[in-house]
């Protein structure tokens, strides 16, 4: 089983705070995904990385694939309520998808 | 273009029943794979089929069960049903050697079990 913690498992901030979470694993991954969930839906694909090192940015979301290719980071600037949500990563390896244990972010107005 | 839908999206069993739940994949896939999620937790990988066939499957025991059919849409049967069975069922479909490697997801299919 290839296992990928997150961290931190909750977490409300003020609007206007920067954030940042981490999804790390002992496997190594083709790639890694991030998704955003909001209740009542489907996890919603946010972004894929592939090389180790890179790094992407999605408006105030930067997401960052470790040099190893075993974890990854999320930072948000400036957070808007509208980015409340269950954060997933997933890890990818041929077919198969490894998701996170999930951040649950709330972001008070 | 209509994306994953499943079906139902709610439904409540006792414990001992049997359950099948339903899962039409998006336009032009045709991978199928199932996940259970526990509340504000991540998805647990369930097993995936293609071409009619169960490819992977995760640490789920063989009341779990499954069929992919010729449209390429797909059941996920649950016998015995247990108190903890109670979850977020999810589907997502994904084309196998697409170059995206994105899954859709399905609203899911909560199922409670009393």
């Known amino acids: 089983t290839q296992l990928l913690e997150q961290s931190p498992q909750f977490l409300s901030i003020q609007e206007g705070e920067n954030l940042t979470v981490y999804c790390n694993s002992s496997?190594?991954?083709?790639?890694l995904q991030w998704y955003r969930q909001e209740p009542g839906e489907g996890p919603v694909l946010l972004v894929t990385?592939?090389?180790?090192?890179e790094v992407k940015k999605l408006k105030r979301l930067t997401f960052q694939f470790g040099d190893a290719r075993k974890d990854s980071s999320l930072h948000i600037t400036a957070a808007q309520p509208g980015d409340t949500g269950l954060y997933l990563c997933?890890?990818?390896?041929?077919?198969?998808?490894?998701f996170g244990t999930g951040t649950s972010l709330t972001v008070i107005p | 273009d209509a994306g994953v839908t499943q079906s139902p999206t709610h439904l409540i069993k006792t414990r001992g029943q049997q359950v099948t739940l339903r899962c039409s994949p998006k336009s032009g896939h045709d991978t199928v794979s199932w996940y259970q999620q526990a509340l504000g937790q991540g998805p647990q990988f369930i097993f995936q089929y293609y071409e009619e066939e169960e490819r992977q499957r995760g640490n789920f025991p063989d009341r779990f069960s499954g069929h992919q059919f010729p449209n390429y849409s797909s059941e996920l049967n649950v016998n015995a049903l247990l108190l903890g069975d109670s979850a977020l069922y999810l589907c997502a479909s994904s084309r196998r050697g697409g170059n995206t490697g994105e899954l859709f997801f399905g609203e899911g299919s909560r199922l409670t079990v009393l």
């Open positions: 997933a890890g990818v390896s041929g077919n198969q998808f490894y």
């Open positions: 496997s190594v991954f083709s790639s």
């Open positions: 990385v592939v090389t180790g090192g």
